[in-house]
């Protein structure tokens, strides 16, 4: 109401027309602090306020250097997907002022004052018809093509072409989205064949194109390293595939970004991009027999014996593999997909399977601690790692990570109301040991 051009009294449209006439004892009397004006100004400054604060909420959000900022690109991805977002973005905020500012010119400049005759009526204006459907049509069209190439450059195909120039093919990996961490699996780590299992941090050399085989072993996850490249959904039993390439060495965040249950805020990932030669070390390393300390060989027997982390969890070896060709790791899957289904089949026919000795096994999958020593973080990505957090993590991973998998499933978590380990913190700091020398 604020709003209209014309004062309540002299509007032909008055709302309180039908009412019958209007006697001074309908008008509301307000205390003379509370004024309908006074009212309007404040309510226009809690407007401007709101306004503000989602321009400047806004505003940082655009901060390049921000840990997940997509403005802060890296490589030809990336830069090509903030390129297409600039474009589209400026022009619209063109097309919104012109339109808007002529839309605003006409109100202000030709609005109705009292005592105005009608003025002269025009139906169609064909030349200005023609001009703001072709306009329109030729920048959706431009718009929307470009987006679509852009798309299909995220094709596989597109890194191979970009390899092209240098001697070596893309690298492929292998991302497995569990609930709530991340597998990565290079079939072809060193190019000669050496297979690499690891989790939650994926190394890759700079300045190659890196081909991303995503996976989900449960739910809908989605991909997402925000300076590396845009985001592509996890979906079961398909292979989603994205690439990118870093030009610059360091490490870059990642993040599970779409909502797949309890944890999923804490499904997080990093990328190190390293040159060429640290790239390899890190690959001949892997798995590599390492001399292992008086304490940490006791945590081996904790590891392998009381802990029974071995159920889930492989040391020392990226995957082995079986008869069938098929990892260690991969069979682990396999067998916890085959049970997650088993457990779906009504209760009846469940305990006839187990009556007749037919229930399938259970095997969970885990992360890979080969190269646990020689990462940042635990819990995918959720806190820096060292000896205290190993401990924690240990003793108690639901204190970090509520919901975890590991926590629900390992035997040594079942046995006290706590939750805590059944281990005595002898055979924790051993454990701790142990892995923190997996490097
Ligand atoms: C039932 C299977 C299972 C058992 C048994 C198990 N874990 Fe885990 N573990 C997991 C899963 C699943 C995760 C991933 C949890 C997450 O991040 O959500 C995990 C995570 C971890 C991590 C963090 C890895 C990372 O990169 O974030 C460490 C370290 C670890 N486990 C060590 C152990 C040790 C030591 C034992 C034995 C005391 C053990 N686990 C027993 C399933 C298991
Ligand atoms: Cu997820």
């Known amino acids: 109401m604020g709003l209209l051009p014309f004062s309540e009294q002299d509007s032909p449209t008055n709302s309180q027309a039908g009412h019958g006439p209007r006697t001074n004892s309908d008008i ?101 018809e023609i001009a703001w459907t072709i306009i329109p049509t030729i920048l959706i069209l431009g718009l929307g093509i470009w987006s679509v190439i852009v798309l299909f450059e995220l094709d596989p195909a597109y890194a191979e072409e970009c390899q092209a120039g240098a001697d070596n093919k893309p690298l492929v990996v292998e991302a497995v989205g569990h609930q709530w961490w991340w597998e990565f699996r290079y079939e072809d780590a060193d190019r000669e064949g050496k297979l690499v299992t690891t989790a939650n941090e994926m190394r890759v050399p700079v300045d190659t194109c890196i081909v991303m085989e995503l996976k989900s072993d449960d739910v809908i996850h989605s991909f997402w390293i925000p300076k590396l490249a845009g985001k592509q959904d996890v979906v079961p039993t398909r292979t989603n595939t994205l690439w990118f390439l870093a030009e610059d060495p360091g490490m870059y965040y990642g993040q599970c970004a779409e909502f797949c249950g309890t944890a999923h805020a ?27 300390s008086t304490a940490a060989g006791r945590g081996q027997l904790v590891f392998l014996g ?11 070896a990226s995957d082995a593999v079986n008869e069938v060709g098929e990892g260690v790791q991969h ?75 590991m926590s629900e499933l390992a035997a040594i978590y079942q046995t006290r109301l706590d939750h805590r380990a059944d ?17």
């Open 28 to 128: 509301p009397v307000s205390p003379a602090s509370d004024s309908p004006t006074r009212r309007r100004g404040r309510r226009s400054l809690a407007v401007l306020a709101l306004l503000g604060g989602i321009l400047l909420l806004a505003a940082l959000g655009c901060d390049a250097d921000a840990p997940q900022s997509t403005f802060g690109v890296n490589g030809p991805v990336a830069r090509e997907q903030l390129l297409l977002f600039n474009v589209l973005l400026w022009t619209m905020v063109a097309v919104f002022v012109l339109v808007e500012g002529a839309l605003l010119y006409a109100a202000v400049r030709f609005r109705r004052k009292p005592g105005d005759p009608l003025p002269p009526q025009t139906h169609g204006h064909t030349p200005l």
């Open 266 to 292: 804490q499904m997080r990932f990093r990328v190190h991009a390293l040159e060429e030669d640290e790239y390899l070390a890190w690959v001949a390393g892997f798995g590599a027999p390492n001399q292992l």
């Open 331 to 405: 069979g682990r899957m396999q067998t916890y997909i085959a049970y997650s289904t088993w457990l779906q089949k009504p209760a009846a026919e469940r305990l006839a399977d187990v009556r007749t000795g037919n229930e399938p096994p259970t095997a969970f999958a885990a992360p890979n601690l080969t190269d646990l020593g020689l990462r940042t973080t635990i819990g995918s990505g959720l806190v820096d790692l060292n000896r205290e957090t190993l401990r924690q993590w240990l003793r108690n991973p639901d204190a970090i990570k509520p919901g975890n998998r």
């Open 423 to 439: 281990l005595s913190e002898d055979q924790l700091s051993d454990l701790v040991e142990y892995l923190l020398e997996q490097k």
């Open 306 to 316: 009381d802990g029974q982390c071995v159920t889930c969890h492989t040391v020392g």
